[in-house]
């Protein structure tokens, strides 16, 4: 008996000592009068957030930051806090019965508190769930974004020894630890006004219990959602979309990520390409895709087995990429039944399966009456209708699709981009060679969308996805000690990352962010530490991805605002000379990658030699002549290294006019180089027609150079020449 009560007495005693270092943050307190909702205002539904409205900073060669003094760095303001938000309504269910079980009877919000999430001290996850349903049910939302924030302070104040980087990486393996992790930035991403407003929906309850009840649920919807998506109209939208279940709330949560797709594609209307004369009424009045009819449509046609793709096993940012097709649904219709037989594997094919018009190309002929998919492949076209045939039977298929675009010797081309295998795109089809930069549009974001981003997508990485978890799992946390005014935290748990994150992208985002935020490197630009940190920096992401440059765009940003400012214009052009036959070396084709590094030494030899010359008028004006010396030697050289590409000679030759036309000397010098270097590299006299058209094309930008720099009559005898070579062309073509 005695040895029982000492049990007992030291259980009590530790559980007393537990209560007592269980620290109260935040009381998720607030006016709880019964089961009352508050509806949020529209300045409540951003209450506590930093930007209204983001948008993406896209890093490409031609909007990357220029010299200071020359370009004004991009730094977007955020909307005024005083302008109100519109908050969009939420569709009524289709049956006024309750679909799903009413939440039990719940406890208070004044009882969550901030909780130690670690170790022996944890507390039952199934506190979890009913915290939810306090909130749920009290509409607490802010006031528990802030406790769970709270609670993931504590624990990890609450470690044990000295902070390492695998010590945080093995806390956010914790089940309780990374839900909270998780809810935590899902509030974040959607502000807490937003679930206030949706909570009349009389599905919200199991829609909210789903969300946040589910770790793969939330982690679908964090690495799909992004900064420019409209959350103002996504969250209500997904509502929209699960109250169509009524019915069979069971599919509601099967075809959870199909409805996540198409919050975030229609979060902006996609316009019809073409008015189909049989389609239904609203689409002729609206003449836009109406998100729900879509989501109606994809799920019917899994359920009945005719869709080459199940649906239900892809991923949200996968399904962007089919939702998306401009086309309606009865050109949809016609698609799965004409390719019912066609394997996701040969695709490919279809693009064939539309026979080229030369007429269309020469002669503009639009033998179309409605530009339906039927019409297209009954009547022919050139590559751009081709290309549209084949990606939009594909996304009615269930296939990932996109159309892209670029320029090629032999002039402007269009070709699809097909997720033929779960793990593998192809941008072969209907590709030629010669493409300097394939491009096309994220249909979620309208963001320029890379070919060289679809090649990562196919990479050995990329097709590892619980690796890609993993990474995306750190930096969610590194982000969140970024949120709790951790630096030395946040930067342990980058550190720790680097081993699987350097192929993503995403990593050298995040790095990048660390490293520009850390006081010690900031308050010392110039310092000669802090550029070596830097230099490091760029090598390494240059390296990590070598075999496709494109990616490592983030490293000429850094070279722009972090190191060539402090650096000397000698050491800054061996770097872009470098850069640039390397390029060429790993990536002729993109020969955009190496005219850009042109302009920006142009720019640089500009801007430092204006640095050093005298105060004075004179010698400013001297310098500027030595500058423009050194330009066009640079672009006389490179038009002959660089310039076999016929885009790559052609933006050369503009950027290279540009610098110096207004110097009549140079420009009249800058004229000739030109013109000599298309003869020697470009001109080939080809009756062809597309060679001969890009050709002359090129020839006539020449002569309108020759009028800026008044040779009229130079610029008169060569078009005549133009057009008697244009003539012979078509006439072959035809």
Known sequence: MQSAMIQISCSLLARLLWMGGLVLILACCGKNEGARKVQATEQEVWEGEMVANPTEYEMTPNAMPRPPSLVQLENPKPESASQPVPMPTIKPPVSKSEPFESPPAVESAESLQARMLLGLDAVDPKLLIKDLDVIIENGEWKAYRDQLKSSIDLSVSQLQGRLSGDKLVALNEQPLFYSTLLRWQLLKQFPPGLWVNASDAPSFPAFARHIFGETNVMEEILITVKDQDDVLKVLPMMINLWDSHTQEPELAAKYFNLNLACAVVFDEPITLVN??????????????????????????????????????????????????????????DWAVKEYRSLRRKSWGRTYGDVKYLMERAVEGLDPYDSYTLEEIKKEGGICGDQTHFSVNTARAAGIPAIGLSG?????????????????????????????????????????????????????????????????????????LFGELSRPETQRMVVDEARRDGQPYPEYWEVLYETLKDDPDISAKPDDPDTLAIWKDFCDDLKREFKENPRMSGLAIRVEQLHLFVYMELNDIRRQLDRDRRRQHREAAEQVDLVTDSLKRESEWILLKSLEKSEKDEDGQTEARKEALRD????????????????????????????????????????????????????????????????????????????????????????????????????????
């Open 275 to 332: 008015q189909d004369p049989e389609s239904p009424e609203d689409y002729a009045e609206s003449g836009g895709v109406d998100a729900r009819t879509r989501y109606e449509w994809f799920v019917k046609q899994n359920e009945r087995g005719y869709l080459e793709v199940s649906i239900d096993r892809s991923d949200a940012r996968d399904l962007c990429f089919v939702v998306c097709a401009p086309v309606t649904e009865r050109e949809l």
């Open 407 to 479: 320029v090629t010797d032999a002039g402007a081309h269009a070709w699809a981009a097909i997720k033929i295998e779960d793990d593998e795109w192809s941008s072969e089809i209907g590709r030629i060679k010669g493409v300097s930069q394939g491009r096309g549009m994220d249909p979620q974001t309208g963001a320029t969308i890379n070919e060289q981003d679809i090649w990562m997508w196919s990479s050995r990485e990329y097709r590892r996805a619980s690796r890609q978890l993993e990474v995306r799992r750190q930096l969610w946390l590194a982000r």
């Open 631 to 734: 330009i066009a030697q640079l672009y006389d050289k490179s038009l002959r290294e660089y310039g076999r590409s016929i885009s790559g000679f052609q933006t050369m030759a503009d950027d290279y006019f540009g610098f110096v036309k207004d110097e009549e000397e140079f420009g009249r010098k800058a004229v000739r180089d030109i013109e000599l270097a298309f003869k020697r590299v470009v001109d080939t006299d080809s009756d062809n027609w597309f060679r001969a058209k890009t050709e002359v094309g090129l020839h006539h930008r020449i002569c309108e150079m020759y009028r800026q720099v008044g040779e009229d009559k130079k610029a008169d005898v060569m078009a005549r020449r133009l057009e008697t070579q244009m003539e012979r062309a078509r006439r072959k073509a035809l």
